[in-house]
């Protein structure tokens, strides 16, 4: 420990927020973005350091020992997840950051140095308290239900949404009682954190796997709120600034989540949605005409086109495809034709999950188009190739009002002037709509496993020449 | 530090989120949440004041565990965005 003023001690920590602001900014271009990551990582460095040379003057080792368990930890996740398993990994670490502020706040009531008698601390307290441990229970069981150890379908509790009313009054009554000076007692913040970690686990079960993206985004917001929670505890600015940058990012990308899954946040927290078994809605006309076609038309198709635009969804992922995608890809770019991807926002299970998967299998970034750039585009284009996506170009949510997805923004797919639909069979997407796409004239569906209908197309296309 | 500059802090914090990360776009919106994930493991700072202030055993094992909690959230998070972000490359001849 050194005697470091509060004024020098400020001016680092104004440094490293300034390097997270500036890396952040970075982000705005996949050519910056990984230099941004590292400046904010060096950002994170300085405020450990300066924090630890003026605070630590006992326990050293200990704190030593934390950084060890914890880098290994975290060194082991990063290296070794799988990409599709990204979702997972961001609540768990959501869990992770929540917890910690949680713990902040609980330790600073429980072991104070003089008694904590300002209203404003006691509120600061509670306030990060509750939205830690929210953060901490509802972010493992959204953990639980991306890697499967939980049903990813609702799990409904009777008259869930009283119940979630009453303990969310109480734990409104118990955090006022514990920031009142007068009336503060232990017993309070004991109680605050048992009805927290109970509401945690409380909203997230009843939400269904498809909502998870919503959560887990909503959920990271949360874990920045509560460590600028922690900030207003300790008086520390860094973590108030770092705190509200990330709560404001994760509620930007909630909100990008909800309008393109065209939901209201409140209709996804309320949860219950998928909750019926499978959807059958689309018996009445069983039997009406698709065009299906084999490997050997679509490679004739795709073989002669000028333009290809790959509409990707999870299901490509699902099939362990996207590596037999880019090969079809850069066989049609070595023939002249230009490609390009059609990227929905929730093409894959968290935002922007689909464009890491496709990176991964080497596709450029520049080729991965978003809604906005490439939905005027489909005119333009010989044919549209859709891969284990449904919902997302179903044009019934341009044209009626009566459907479920009615003015959820769509890829318009059906404007190519060739549509190929990948697919394993006629089920409906997880809106449960018959999608009118299928239909169209334009439309041929070829039937069968992603991977091997791509993989049989590529195959063909090199017999073309 | 006083109250009122903290409030103020936080305030002008919100706004230069909002701003920084609408420009990000929805092609690096999973390295954001990863790497803004890290970030919020600035709660290290936190956590290694507490444990710096601990004597005794629970106060040191809770503190320590909060540090540990948070080291991951931050090695983890950075770790795992930048392996991210080594796999978005540009196409190669471009036109």
Same mark, same amino acid.
């Not at chain 1, 996949?30 to 006992?58: C, D």
């Not at chain 1, 509802?138 to 303990?167: D, E, H, M, T, W």
């Not at chain 1, 505890?233 to 973590?239: F, K, R, Y």
């Given at each position: ?65 934390? @950084? ?9 996740? +990063? ?16 869990? !992770? ?23 404003f ?30 049903? +990813? ?31 503060? +007692? ?46 207003f ?7 108030i ?68 635009? !790959? ?127 299928? !239909?169209?004239? &334009? ?23 | 530090m006083d109250l009122l500059p903290l409030i103020i802090i936080f305030v002008l914090s ?37 444990? +710096? ?24 998070? !950075? ?8 796999? @978005?490359?540009?196409?190669?001849? &471009?036109?």
């Open positions: 420990m050194l005697e470091i003023s509060s004024n020098i001690e400020n001016i680092f920590y104004l440094l490293s927020a300034t390097l997270f602001i500036i890396g952040l900014k970075r982000l705005a271009s996949p050519a910056t973005a990984r230099n941004g990551n590292r400046l904010a990582s060096i950002g994170m460095l300085i405020a450990i350091i300066i924090t630890i040379v003026k605070y630590t003057n006992t326990n050293f080792e200990w704190i030593i020992l934390g @950084f060890i368990i914890g880098g290994i930890l975290g060194l082991a996740l +990063s290296r070794y997840v799988q990409m599709t398993a990204m979702p997972q990994l961001v609540a768990i670490f959501n869990a !992770f950051g929540g917890g910690a502020s949680a713990i902040v706040a609980i330790y600073t009531i429980m072991y104070p140095k003089e008694p904590i008698t300002g209203i601390t006691l509120a600061s307290i509670a306030f990060a308290t509750v939205v830690g441990s929210v953060t901490f229970t509802g972010s493992f069981i959204a953990f639980g239900k991306l890697q499967g150890i939980i049903s +990813s379908r609702p799990i409904l509790l009777p008259l869930r949404n009283y119940l979630n009313l009453i303990l969310l009054t109480t734990i409104i009554v118990f955090a006022i009682a514990l920031s009142i000076p007068n009336l503060s +007692s232990i017993y309070f913040l004991y109680i605050l954190i048992g009805l927290s970690l109970i509401i945690g686990i409380l909203i997230v079960i009843p939400i269904g796997g498809a909502d998870m993206p919503v959560v887990v985004a909503l959920l990271n917001s949360y874990s920045g709120i509560a460590g600028a929670g922690a900030g505890v300790l008086n520390n600015p860094v973590l600034i770092s705190g509200s940058l990330v709560g404001a990012s994760g509620l930007i990308l909630t909100r990008i989540m909800t309008k393109a899954m065209n939901r209201s946040l409140a209709n996804v927290m309320l949860g219950g949605v998928g909750a019926e078994e499978g959807s059958t809605k689309s018996s009445s006309d069983e039997n009406r005409a698709v065009n299906s076609l084999n490997t050997e038309d679509a490679a004739m198709i795709l073989g002669y086109a000028e333009s290809v635009i !790959f509409v990707p969804g999870y299901g490509l992922a699902v099939a362990q495809a996207q590596h037999q995608i880019n090969e079809l890809a850069n066989l049609l770019k070595d023939k002249g034709t230009n490609v390009k991807y059609a990227i929905h926002p929730v093409a894959g299970r968290m935002p922007g999950h689909m464009n890491v998967l496709l990176a991964e299998a080497n596709v450029p970034y520049d080729e991965l188009k978003d809604l906005d750039e490439i939905n005027s585009e489909f005119v333009r284009t010989d044919v549209a190739v859709v891969v284990g996506a449904n919902d997302v170009t179903n044009p019934t949510a341009r044209t009626d009002s009566s459907s479920p997805i009615y003015g959820m923004p769509i890829l318009n797919v059906d404007k190519a002037k060739t549509v190929i639909v990948l697919k394993r069979s006629m089920a409906s997407g997880f809106a449960g709509v018959e999608n009118e796409l299928f !239909f169209l004239e &334009k439309t041929n569906m070829l039937f069968g496993d992603a991977k091997d209908s791509i993989e049989g197309m590529t195959r063909e296309i090199r017999n073309l020449d | 919100l706004f230069i989120g909002y701003e920084v990360i609408t420009k990000v776009p929805p092609t690096l919106h999973t390295p954001l949440m990863s790497g803004s994930n890290a970030i919020s493991g600035i709660v290290i700072v936190g956590a290694i004041i507490i444990a +710096s202030n601990s004597n005794g055993i629970i106060s040191t094992i809770l503190s320590v565990f909060a540090v540990i909690l948070a080291t991951i959230n931050v090695v983890g998070g !950075f770790m795992v965005t930048d392996r991210m972000l080594a796999m @978005f490359k540009k196409s190669k001849n &471009k036109e």
